[in-house]
């Protein structure tokens, strides 16, 4: 018998275990996911989703730790989840991480989980969502999801959250970073953190600079730029007040609405896409792609023929 | 009528023009892609592929240059694929970098091409198979495949290469960088490039004694580290010796048969899941997908169950 309705009822009656548990489920692509989904979704889609972004160094974590303090004051149920898109080799810096936040650690109200997607097929754009929901269906009314790095599995991440926060810090070159790696597009909020360094100006300015070169038509959101030293809490309800601001923009115009909707629909896909990547793979224990493969290398069979042949054997209907 | 076929024909004949626009087609992924692999397939298989692979600035084009004239002096028909896998901000440099190449602009047998392959659903895993086959279908017996940087996408273009050469330049920390990006996996011959610069030593200890970390098993090839000063044309028989002798190393023992199968093998794959996530990104226009979106964002639907009857309308047979 299954054990996932049990530790989804432990998990909604505050159980951080259970809740443990669950999201290891969908760190490992548990075969249960379909079933945690199903259960789930009754007690999902009102959270506030925070995505929260930038190069190592810059602070995530001091950020990350003073928001959720801040949070807690004005009363919400808080779920941190630390992603880590990138190599195992990283896992243990982000874990250590983690013990800054042991501030939180008798609060009941906060839960904070590294997560990692390695053993995910469908990759972060599958996982990170479940995890999000797991936390959502424990009762967190705002689920924090902070990435590490700058690259394209972190705006994949950032792309799920209501509002992204991206962090720079002097000297670290991270404006042509956020360009190269496409940030500006998702960033809905700018923060210098360590803004009482040398160089401090220089990054406000450059990024600003970057702002004002995006194109924006009348009623787009324009991304703030805002100065904070987390270290200190200075600029904390600066970045709160950027959010909420940001939400109330969001809910005006439908664009909520229609982020949630195109979330939903890259999750979907994703989850599809796996599913087939997932039947094609176990073809390779099988006999038709190692035979296949053999007649391509040979030249007697053409790629394009042999994977006709490998989807003809997945009994899909023909192609285009 | 498809003008594919007598494409194929003055390409197989020498016209330069012809196979740079099959080329052109690979990198679009046009639907006569299926069409041109069948044609050609009769006619390849047996090309020798040497990949090159290195960061920014460590002398990929000169060394490139160079392999050319040597192996043309030998009297191959030489084909060169400069890969671009990364954004089209540095498609420019690469065509900078084929200015270099002129030496052998007037030499009928030698074909030079940049790609990219930002318009090929597949990706550089399908397309670049297809562009070796297109110039080894046009008669080069010996194709090199340039890519630029040093990161996953290279490890996927080198890993089509019967044989791999890893290029390094004192002072850039690529050591670092090339076990970062599991460039030592792929690696059969390194070069350390410039050797006659401050810090070639180093460079030299630290590949060396990467290479040395690594478990090998009797009759596992150890890559050999070389020095050139490709500029000056030094070190350029060296790299073509270590070429031939991992070339031995690979038919005496079967290996080099085996490496074809999993790239045939990889390639069809790749093929096949292009053609599974254009079928699904073709529902995005329809009403299927943006139903079951709102129904997720809602909560009246949960994801996989989602994901079920997304496969469903492709009519999949069931999941598991």
Redesign the interface.
Known sequence: MSRIPALVEAARGGDPRALARLITLVENDD?G??EL??L???????AQVIGLTGSPGVGKSTTTNELVRALRARGHRVGVLAVDPS?PFTGGAILGDRVRMQDHATDTGVYIRSMSARGHLGGLA?AT??AVRVLEGAGCDLVLVETVGVGQAEVEVASLADTTLVLLAPGMGDAIQAV?AGILEIADVFVVNKADRDGADATYRDIQGMIALGERGPGQWRPPVLRAVAAKGEGIDDILAAIDKHRSWLESGGEL?RR??????A???A???A??????GSL?SGTA??A???A?????????????Q??AS????A??
Do not use: F, M
Request: charged fraction near 20%; hydrophobic fraction near 45%; glycine fraction near 4%.
């Open positions: 075969e996911l379909p989904a199903a789930l979704a009754p007690h999902t889609g009102t190599s599958a969502p479940q190269k609405r949630r909707e195109a979330r939903a629909a999750e979907v896909e989850i599809a896409l599913a087939l990547r997932e039947r094609i390779r792609l190692p296949l493969a053999c391509v290398a040979d030249g007697s069979l053409d790629p394009y023929a042999a994977a006709g490998l989807l997945l009994q899909l209907p192609s285009n």
